[in-house]
């Protein structure tokens, strides 16, 4: 795909937009689903299908979560020192799993092997998204508790023990920086883009 950070850019001002607009005092949970939609839809008519971009996209109201994924980034939840993953990945491996299931077969291997299997399935910009991991009731948020918005290049890179060491620095920004700072180190030769966002709960 082309034109990825054109995308990535017009997507956060879309969707700002939208969240400007919403009504508070309505469904939450619907109104981001449909920002999300109107989001994708408009991307395509700007872009002509040549980019895409992945998101996870949270709105926080009176100490409640509600999130919208679309691709394979990631979204966790830090509580109390653990760490838990709150959003499912839109690709080839998840798809074909999913079907699996259907189907009677719950051992992953099959599609965790298979060829293409961390392939997007589903991507802003393609102006009809299928599936978009959303949640329909908010999560209550706790003082203390820590969200982690990443890219795969951070959440498909860092184990969970190492993304925790990161967010036990004493500040947001130098979590991010350590994990920057993690990814460098490693010196991948494929190393995706990486990009991460930490919120720290103080109510």
């Known amino acids: ?45 700007r872009f002509s299908g040549r980019g895409g971009t992945t998101l996870v996209a949270c709105l926080i109201y009176r100490e409640k979560l509600w999130f919208a994924c679309v691709g394979d980034s990631y979204l966790y939840l830090q509580r109390e020192g653990e760490l838990t993953r709150l959003n499912a990945e839109q690709n080839q491996c998840h798809t074909q799993y999913a079907e699996q299931i259907v189907q009677g077969n719950l051992d992953p291997r099959a599609a965790n092997e298979a060829d293409g299997a961390q392939r997007l399935s589903e991507f802003m910009g393609s102006g009809q998204i299928g599936e978009m991991d959303a949640s329909r009731r908010p999560l209550i948020l706790r003082a203390g508790d820590q969200l982690l918005l990443c890219s795969d290049g951070v959440g498909g890179v860092l184990n969970q023990q190492e993304l925790c060491d990161c967010l036990a620095k004493p500040t947001p920004m130098q979590a991010c920086q350590e994990m920057e700072r993690e990814i460098v180190c490693r010196n991948r030769a494929y190393q995706d883009n990486f990009t991460a966002m930490v919120i720290r709960c103080g109510y």
């Open 1 to 45: 795909l082309e034109d990825g950070k054109a995308v990535s850019e017009t997507a956060l001002q879309l969707l700002r937009e939208e969240f400007l607009a919403m009504d508070r005092g309505g469904n939450l949970a619907e109104q981001l689903m449909t920002a999300v939609r109107r989001t994708d839809e408009s991307l395509f008519y």
